[in-house]
C-alpha cells in the first residue's frame, strides 16, 4: 500500500517562500505510470489542484500560480517538494501530496495534509 | 478552467435514507468525472471515477452517473460513515478543477 507523508514548515511569514516535502513508502515515485501531485484547501473551503511531476522532472502546474510554484523530484530519497514564492494570508491551508495516475487522472493516494499557516 | 458547481451546499438526511448530490462543469467534460469523500481531518478518498466506476473498495450504495456537463452522486441509503463532505472533480483539462463540496450532515 502506497503512503504519503507531507513535512514541512506550519507557519510562514508574508512575502517569504513556503517549502513542503512529501516522502513516498510503500511504492516508488521512479514510475512512468503516476504523476506526483500537490493540492490545497483552505480550511473549510475547496481543493485546488496547484500541479504535478513525473519523475523524469517534467512539470505541469495550475496557471493560477505558475509564476510562483516550484515542483521537483529527489528519486534517491522517494520524495517530492514543493516551493510557494511570495506567500500571503490567501495561501494559509491544508497542503497535501497525492499520486495521480498518468493516463487517467485519478488521484488515488493522498498524504494526510499539512496546515500552513502565514502570518507575521 | 472549467468551473465545477456543486449543489446543494448542505443537505441534511436521515440514516437510511437516499441522497442525490449534484455536480455541474461550466464546459462538457465528457465522462473525465470523479466523486471524492472528504471527513473531518481526514484527506479525500476516490469513491467514483469515469462519472460511474466505483474505485476499489467502495461500497456499492455509491453510485455515479451523468456526461458532458451535469453529473450526479447517488447514495441509495445513507450509512453513519457516509455523513461527510463529497467533492466532485473534472480531470479531463488542465488545471484539474474541483467543486466546492456538499456536505451531508446528520437531520
Known amino acids: 500500500q502506497v503512503q504519503l507523508q507531507e513535512s514541512g514548515q506550519g507557519l510562514v511569514k508574508p512575502s517569504e517562500t513556503l517549502s513542503l516535502t512529501c516522502t513516498v513508502s510503500?511504492?516508488?515515485?521512479?514510475?512512468?505510470?503516476?504523476?506526483w501531485s500537490w493540492i490545497r484547501q483552505p480550511p473549510g473551503k475547496g481543493l485546488e489542484y496547484l500541479g504535478y511531476?513525473?519523475?523524469?522532472?517534467?512539470?505541469t502546474y495550475n496557471p493560477s500560480l505558475k509564476s510562483r510554484v516550484t515542483i521537483s523530484v529527489d528519486t534517491s530519497k522517494n520524495q517530492f517538494s514543493l516551493k510557494l514564492t511570495s506567500v500571503t494570508a490567501a495561501d494559509t491551508a491544508f497542503y497535501y501530496c497525492?499520486?495521480?495516475?498518468?493516463?487517467?487522472?485519478?488521484?488515488?493516494?493522498w498524504g494526510q495534509g499539512t496546515l500552513v499557516t502565514v502570518s507575521s | 478552467e472549467v468551473v465545477m458547481t456543486q449543489s446543494p451546499a448542505t443537505v441534511s438526511v436521515s440514516p437510511g435514507d437516499r441522497v442525490t448530490l449534484s455536480c455541474r462543469a461550466s464546459?462538457?467534460?465528457?465522462?473525465?468525472l470523479a466523486w471524492y469523500q472528504q471527513k473531518p481531518g481526514q484527506p479525500p478518498r476516490l469513491l467514483i471515477y469515469?462519472?460511474?466506476t466505483r474505485a476499489t473498495g467502495v461500497p456499492a450504495r455509491f453510485s455515479g452517473s451523468g456526461s458532458g456537463t451535469e453529473f450526479i452522486l447517488t447514495i441509495s441509503s445513507l450509512q453513519s460513515e457516509d455523513f461527510a463532505v463529497y467533492f466532485c472533480?473534472?480531470?479531463?483539462?488542465?488545471?484539474?478543477?474541483f467543486g466546492q463540496g456538499t456536505r451531508v450532515e446528520i437531520k
Open positions: 497525492a499520486r495521480e495516475r498518468r493516463g487517467e487522472g485519478l488521484l488515488d493516494f
Open positions: 510503500g511504492g516508488s515515485v521512479n514510475s512512468n505510470n503516476f504523476y
Open positions: 511531476i513525473h519523475y523524469s522532472g517534467s512539470t
Open positions: 464546459e462538457r467534460v465528457s465522462s473525465i
Open positions: 469515469g462519472a460511474s
Open positions: 472533480q473534472q480531470y479531463n483539462n488542465w488545471p484539474r478543477t
